[in-house]
C-alpha cells in the first residue's frame, strides 16, 4: 500500500516521518479551538521567529533572505517586534535586523538619487515640468518602460512563505488522512476549516479524493446551517420585545464563529517569558 503522504500524488509530497508528525500536530490541533490549519500555521510562524531571535538573528543565510525581502510583511513585522519586546524584554534583535537593513536602504536611496538625470541632461523646460505633472497624475494608465523603480524587494516575507509552505503540507494530510473513518469523527467533532483553508482542501480533494471532496463539503454545509440559524437568533434577540430571552452559548458565540470562519483563525502574539528553546524551525 502506498504511503499516505503519496495518495495525493502531488510532486511536493513530504516523507513518511514528516508526515507523521505533520499527522499527530493535526490531530492535536482539531482537538483545541478554531480551525486547525490557521492555528499550525501560526505555530511554524512563531517558531521561526523565536529561532530568528534566539539563535540566528546573526546568521548568513537567513538574514540574505530577511535583506531581499528588505523586511517582512506588516503583519509578520510587527509580531516580530511585539514578540521580541514582550518575550524576551528588550529589541536587540529587531535593532540587530534594522540596523543592516536601515543602511541597505539608505545606500539603495543614495544610488537611486545618483541615477536620476540632471538638470544638465534634461532641460527644465515648462512642457517637460507639465509632461511630468500629467504622468504623475495618470500615472496607473501610462508606463514608462525605463522608469526607475527604488525600493523594491526581490524576495518575498520569509514569514509568509514558511507560512504557506506549512498551510500547504497540512492541507494535503488533512485531505488524505480523511480517508480514515476515525479521522473524519475527530474531524467532524472539531471547529472545522476556515472558508481559505476549506476552499484549498476542496480543491485538493476535489482532484484527488472526490469521497473526501463530499465529506468535507457536507460537513462544512452542516455548520453554515447551524451558524445560519445561530446568527438569526442573535439577530432576533437584540430586538426590543424579545431582550428577556436569553441567548444560548452557540447564539452568543456565532458572531465570532463566523468571523473565524470568513477570516481565518485569529493570529496571536506570545505573551509568556521565552526559555530560549526556540522550537525546531529553520529560518533559512
Ligand atoms: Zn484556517
Ligand atoms: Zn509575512
Redesign the pocket.
Known sequence: MMPQEQAIGEPQAVSTGRFSMISADLKRALRLQG?A??RLKEETVHRYVRFLLAENVNDGDARAYIVHGLGFCPEHTWLLYHTETTRFGDALGNSILYEDLAERVRDDLVAFRRGLPTSASRPNVWWRRAWGRFRLVVGSLIRHPGALDPLRPVGECRMCAHAAHEEETVVRALVSLCDAPDFRALYTASDG??L??LRQALRLAATHDPDTARFLADEATGRLETLVANLGAYIRKQAWQYRDEPLTSGEADAPRKAAEFFG??EMTTPSAPCAPDGGNADPG
Do not use: E, P, W
Request: glycine share 12%; hydrophobic share 35%; net charge positive.
Open positions: 480551525c490549519v490557521c476549516l476556515c481559505a483553508h481565518g483563525r
